[in-house]
């Protein structure tokens, strides 16, 4: 559902963005070269998802994020959140849970607010009431509000708690501090055209989670108390939930996304071009016969 009124909260530019310039020149042995190390790459394991001791992620190709930086085409791919998530938090490249419902939450809002148009940087804004890191990071990147990202324009986003309240401090012990009690309700973002007012809600499915998902995590993550058998299962469900974010379509992950309904065959159509076919051949021997 597209609703209008959004509050336009004031965002600082970030400093460091990724694009990719179609018309850069290589040599030859320079794109042999890449070609080689590109190859090398796809035979390692990706950047996606580690937690220790979580099986390794599948390979799905997700598609990139499309969006319009000072005239120029650009795309934030989800291994681009995973390497500004690793650089927020001082670690190896990393998408868990949170940046890849995330990046899939904005790439659905984006096409039901855009449609085949490409949006403008400027003109993205993200609400978010996950306040997980690497949630906030991935809405940072997308909207070019974070550190490190160059951005002259950059859209805007929020970060609110479950209770409406903004959370302004999104400095990593804070977001921490702040999902410690993360639930269901923390999954819901708002995209928004700021240009026009334009807005998305966005929720995920309780489907998506293990009814005991969220205890699990807090006495593993946050209480520390936790036994081996607890240890186990979170990381067993947690490799489970990341590969349903990984590979379900965005209707089964978040509540208002619509299945696209399936296109009846033209029968009516298929049928003539059929019969004109057969007339045609019937010509065509008619004519050789004489």
């Known amino acids: 559902?597209?609703?209008?009124?959004?509050?336009?909260?004031?965002?600082k530019p970030g400093y460091f963005f990724w694009k990719r310039n179609p018309e850069s020149?290589?040599?030859?042995?320079?794109?042999?070269?890449?070609?080689?190390?590109?190859?090398?790459?796809?035979?390692?394991p990706g950047a996606l998802a580690h937690m220790p001791g979580a099986s390794e992620a599948p390979e799905v190709y997700l598609g990139p994020i499309v969006i319009l930086e000072g005239g120029e085409t650009a795309e934030i791919s989800i291994d681009d959140v995973a390497d500004y998530h690793g650089l927020m938090t001082n670690s190896d490249p990393d998408a868990c849970?949170?940046?890849i419902c995330m990046f899939r939450a904005a790439k659905a809002g984006l096409a039901e607010l855009y449609g085949d148009e490409i949006p403008e940087r400027?003109?993205?804004?993200?609400?978010?009431?996950?306040?997980?890191?690497?949630?906030?990071?991935?809405?940072?990147?997308?909207?070019?509000?974070?550190?490190?990202?160059?951005?002259?324009?950059?859209?805007?986003?929020?970060?609110?708690?479950?209770?409406?309240?903004e959370i302004e401090d999104l400095s990593n012990p804070s977001l921490k501090s702040a999902s410690s009690e993360r639930s269901m309700d923390n999954y819901h973002f708002i995209i928004t055209r700021l240009s026009t007012g334009e807005y998305v809600e966005i929720s995920v499915s309780d489907g998506m989670f293990p009814e005991d998902f969220f205890d699990l995590r807090k006495k593993v993550k946050v209480e520390k108390t936790s036994t081996e058998d607890e240890n186990n299962l979170f990381l067993s469900e947690w490799g489970e939930t990341r590969d349903k974010f990984l590979e379900s379509q965005d209707w089964e992950i978040f509540n208002e996304i619509e299945e696209p309904e399936e296109e009846e065959p033209d029968v009516t159509g298929g049928a003539i071009f059929l019969t004109c076919l057969i007339?045609?051949?019937l010509i065509f021997v008619f004519f050789v016969r004489k």
């Open 97 to 99: 849970i949170c940046c």
């Open 122 to 165: 400027s003109d993205i804004g993200i609400t978010s009431y996950l306040p997980s890191a690497g949630s906030v990071h991935t809405a940072m990147l997308v909207t070019g509000t974070g550190p490190k990202i160059d951005c002259n324009d950059p859209g805007q986003l929020q970060v609110l708690r479950f209770d409406g309240t």
């Open 279 to 281: 007339c045609g051949l």
């Open 25 to 44: 020149h290589f040599s030859p042995d320079m794109r042999a070269g890449i070609i080689i190390i590109a190859g090398l790459l796809l035979l390692c």
């Open 1 to 11: 559902m597209i609703g209008k009124g959004f509050r336009k909260p004031g965002i």
